[in-house]
């Protein structure tokens, strides 16, 4: 079984977010960028996969700029074969990714496509929806669980109610959630070898796909600053602050 | 700043240091101090990064491969965790896994390096004697020859890991007086005649063992020496700079914490009516600790070039790395102080990382050749 695991480059999870003063974006210059924490959780189901002899080969997919070669190089570090590089400066939309993705599958045909179920830098959630649609693929999203028997996969679904199971067949679009796995760490050994894991780099252009933006970013804005709480004396005091200051009741 | 001797792998194998930091000691790192203890499975969590096998064959489970500047990394952002104790708890396999290696024997490597280089077991390095550590060539732990085994008779003190580890690498005396009299054995903690106590109560550290050895006519198979008879100073010599480099990164670690820690603080809390970021005196000292970090990592990042150059038969930068230890520890003596005065009463609290720093300066200034002794150390490297 071939897999495809996309690894979005993103602001660091740790990194406190904030707003370019133009108000066009959120800032990136000189912030510390890391591998998509969804992203980390794919790869390691894949890894995994292959590790249990269901996979055969782990490919780790980045689109973007020329810095993405190093989320890809941390995916070979944590045991994917090999890396396919989309190189644009370009701002690229969850459509254009699932365009370029599309692409990508259409030459490399594998049997699952594993991508997270958001990145953390806009929190789209569309991409690999997006990705089954264009490929008429059945999907497994929100994945805390993943079972292969033969062609089909049993899913378990993280849902608003609890955990909903389904059985899909292959191929198929999966997304990652957060209890799926814990993601290991690249040990150096491991560094080491993925030096020398190929990485293939192409243009947008080369995949037939064009990527020019369909939205508009009017404007980004901080959150407004929360204020400390209060400390009430009474019942009445509480019931006159939500009627009054926070205008609820 | 930015390293021009960066590379991709140094880079990656940082980031993995630094994110298991992150999640896998620093919230456990109070509780471990308190307690005196680290699991066992940390030991083998870090192993298999593979941070115990630089210069180590593949052979015996190691790396297969050395890099100074990889090493210095792992000091450093192991000095980031705010418990020393942590990787000192580790620490002793990093100081004796290379004696063994480059000296032991074909079945000894293979019995011992594997383990200890996984984590499964511990080793650790014994020069210190009760009668003192700095003067190195004078050691008093007597090795007698007897028919197939060497029978050690003397004491140790202050070894890290000393009560867990599996395998001990201890200077005795084979010779005469001085330096040309002292060989290497690797004592087995299952040897006849050894036995071992623990040091209570260290001002630092907790969370790491530190013991005194007594070998009483404790024996050891004569294929447990390591390298030729009466040749065990020079190797105790070489074996020293690597120790004291990972000290440095680990003292360049240490002053980053305190820094950001002050930072944090100075930000959130507020003084005379504004926060304390505001007051110029706190300003300077946080300028004052940057720039003692910026000149530590830039010394550190040159030295790592010199030593890697060393393998292709450069000399081995030891004034240099000498003046480095105790120009680190002094610069880690001001971050320290300067923390705990921005923290000032709530940083004399226990449970805070600034205060465990303050209190582990001095291990860092005594431990592995004190500052005294380095200096001298350098002044002899300049010919006088
Ligand atoms: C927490 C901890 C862990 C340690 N782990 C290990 C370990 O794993 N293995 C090991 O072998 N050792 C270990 N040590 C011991 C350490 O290396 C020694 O403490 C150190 O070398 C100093 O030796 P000493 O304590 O015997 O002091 P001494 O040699 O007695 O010296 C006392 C003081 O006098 C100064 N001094 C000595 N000679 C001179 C001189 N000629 N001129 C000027 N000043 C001088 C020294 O700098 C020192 O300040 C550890 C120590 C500590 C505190």
């Known amino acids: 079984m071939k897999l495809l695991v996309a690894v979005k480059r993103v602001v660091d999870y740790n990194v406190k977010v904030r707003v370019k003063s133009d108000g066009t974006g959120v800032e990136t210059a000189n912030v510390k960028m890391s591998m998509n924490p969804f992203d980390e959780i794919g790869i390691e189901e894949a890894v995994r996969l292959k590790e249990a002899g269901t996979a055969t080969e782990v490919i780790a997919i980045s689109l973007g700029v020329q810095q993405c070669q190093e989320t890809i190089r941390t995916a070979l570090a944590m045991g994917a074969d090999r890396g396919i590089h989309v190189l644009t400066d370009d701002v690229l939309e969850p459509l254009a990714v699932a365009k370029l993705m599309k692409a990508i599958v259409d030459k490399e045909s594998p049997d699952m496509v594993i ?6 830098d806009d929190d789209a959630n569309q991409t690999g929806q997006m990705l089954a649609a264009l490929l008429g693929w059945p999907q497994g999203t929100f994945a805390s669980k993943l079972t292969a028997n033969g062609d089909s996969l049993e899913v378990v679904r993280e849902v608003d109610g609890g955990l909903e199971t389904i059985k899909i067949s292959l191929p198929a679009v999966i997304t990652t959630d957060l209890r799926l796995n814990e993601p290991r760490y690249a040990s150096l050994p491991n560094i080491m070898k993925a030096k020398k894991k190929p990485i293939d780099q192409m243009a947008p252009a080369d995949l037939g796909v064009d990527v020019t933006p369909r939205l508009e970013t009017v404007s980004v804005v901080e959150p ?14 509480l019931i006159d602050k939500l009627q009054n200051e926070a205008k609820v009741i | 700043m930015k390293n021009p001797f960066e590379t991709e792998e140094r880079r990656a194998f940082r980031e993995t240091v630094a994110r298991f930091v992150e999640a896998e000691i620093k919230p456990f790192a109070d509780q471990w101090d308190e307690d005196g203890e680290i699991p066992w499975e940390l030991h083998e ?6 941070a115990f096998g630089f210069g180590i064959d593949e052979a015996y489970g190691g790396l297969g491969f050395d890099d100074c500047f990889m090493r210095a990394a792992y000091w450093e952002e192991m000095g980031r965790c705010g418990a020393g104790g942590v990787p000192a708890a580790m620490g002793g396999r990093n100081i004796s896994v290379a004696p063994i290696h480059d000296l032991g024997n074909e079945d000894l490597k293979m019995r011992v390096l594997p383990n200890v280089i996984a984590g499964r077991t511990g080793s650790s390095l014994a020069i210190t004697e009760p009668g003192g550590g700095s003067d190195v060539a004078n050691l008093k732990t007597q090795a007698r020859q007897d028919g197939n085994h060497w029978v050690l008779n003397g004491s140790k003190t202050f070894i890290t890991g000393g009560m867990k580890s599996d395998h001990i690498v201890v200077a005795a005396r084979t010779g005469g007086e001085g330096l040309t009299g002292v060989s290497l054995f690797l004592v087995d903690h299952d040897s006849p005649g050894f036995s071992r106590t623990p040091l209570d109560r260290k001002m630092g550290w907790w969370c790491s063992d530190q013991a005194t050895l007594y070998f009483d006519d404790c024996r050891v198979p004569a294929t447990n020496m390591l390298g030729e008879q009466d040749r065990g100073f020079i190797a105790v010599m070489n074996n020293f700079n690597l120790e004291r480099i990972g000290l440095v990164a680990q003292c360049l670690g240490m002053m980053k914490l305190c820094l950001a820690e002050s930072i944090a603080w100075a930000q959130q809390r507020e003084t005379f009516g504004k926060p304390m970021i505001r007051h110029q005196v706190i300003r300077h000292k946080i300028a004052d600790m940057s720039a003692r970090i910026d000149a530590l990592e830039a010394l550190v990042n040159q030295i790592c070039w010199a030593v890697n150059e060393s393998a292709n038969g450069d000399d081995m930068p030891v004034a240099e790395i000498s003046k480095a230890k105790f120009h680190a520890t002094k610069a880690l003596e001001f971050c320290a102080s300067e923390a705990m005065q921005i923290m000032g009463g709530a940083g004399y609290l226990r449970g805070n990382a600034v205060e ?7 291990v860092m200034a005594i431990g592995g050749g004190s500052e005294e002794i380095m200096r001298d150390l350098a002044v002899r490297q300049m010919g006088l």
């Open chain 1, 224 to 237: 407004e600053k929360r204020e400390g709480g209060v400390k009430v004396e009474t019942v009445a005091e």
């Open chain 1, 115 to 120: 991508l997270g179920k958001q990145a953390i």
């Open chain 2, 356 to 362: 465990r720093t303050y209190r582990e300066v001095k």
């Open chain 2, 45 to 50: 969590k870090v192993g298999a990064l593979g």
